[in-house]
């Protein structure tokens, strides 16, 4: 199967910083990759999806001024968390596939903490 | 929007034992997939199935796209096995959108 890397996988930051999150589609190129939300005990969520070369589109309810996406290249796509605050602690996992009727696979999944 | 519904919500199962797992959506797929969660949070993909039959080793998984479920088996369940299935979908033209998530089935398994 595909290989999707997520960097990294904890991180503990102060309220008020910002925490980026790499989103790596290691053997593959992907114009497409989502980005997901987990609180405990709940499924996943779509967040959003980035768009290699052009704007992300967000899910309804999520702010793109805080959760900034960059989809630079056709492997790499970031999710930075603007000034954190403790009620974005969650997890956050990124996902890609080869093409559009194909499996899709994810990243290992990044749990953040804001304290 | 699509519905996924995932049956049991939780399974307490003794080790060696047999299950069944379910999920219903409520409007074709172009894309099936289940996962098994771990306990550090990876997805780990189970099967990728819009339609069919397949099995890997003690896992086995059907979906009868015409009726919109599709069924998860577990056989001689290990302690291993714990933690979360989820199925996911594609709606049908929305080819190359993302996966609409159950809620999952919890599953324990214990020695």
């Known amino acids: 199967g595909a290989v999707v890397s997520q960097h990294p996988s904890r991180v503990i930051c102060k309220s008020g910083t910002s925490v980026k999150i790499e989103c790596r589609s290691l053997d593959f190129q992907a114009t497409t990759m989502f980005w997901y939300r987990q609180f405990p005990k709940q499924s996943l969520m779509l967040m959003a999806t980035s768009n290699e070369g052009s704007k992300a589109t967000y899910e309804q309810g999520v702010e793109k001024d805080k959760f900034l996406i960059n989809h630079a290249s056709l492997t790499l796509s970031t999710l930075t968390v603007t000034s954190a605050h403790p009620e974005d602690s969650s997890f956050y996992i990124c996902?890609?596939?080869?093409?559009?009727?194909?499996?899709?696979?994810f990243g290992q999944g990044t749990r953040l903490t804001v304290v | 929007g699509i519905q996924v519904e995932q049956s049991p919500p939780d399974l307490i199962l003794q080790e060696g034992a047999n299950s069944t797992l379910r999920c219903n959506f409520s409007d074709s797929v172009n894309n099936l997939q289940w996962f098994h969660q771990n306990p550090w949070g990876q997805l780990i993909n189970l099967f990728y199935?819009?339609?069919g039959t397949k099995q890997n080793g003690r896992l086995s998984a059907t979906t009868v796209a015409t009726e919109r479920y599709s069924l998860l088996y577990i056989s001689s369940s290990q302690t291993t096995d714990s933690g979360v299935y989820f199925c996911a979908v594609v709606p049908r033209n929305q080819a190359g959108t993302a996966l609409i998530f159950g809620k999952g089935t919890t599953l324990s398994v214990s020695s």
């Open positions: 996902s890609a596939r080869r093409g559009l009727d194909t499996e899709a696979f």
């Open positions: 199935i819009p339609s």
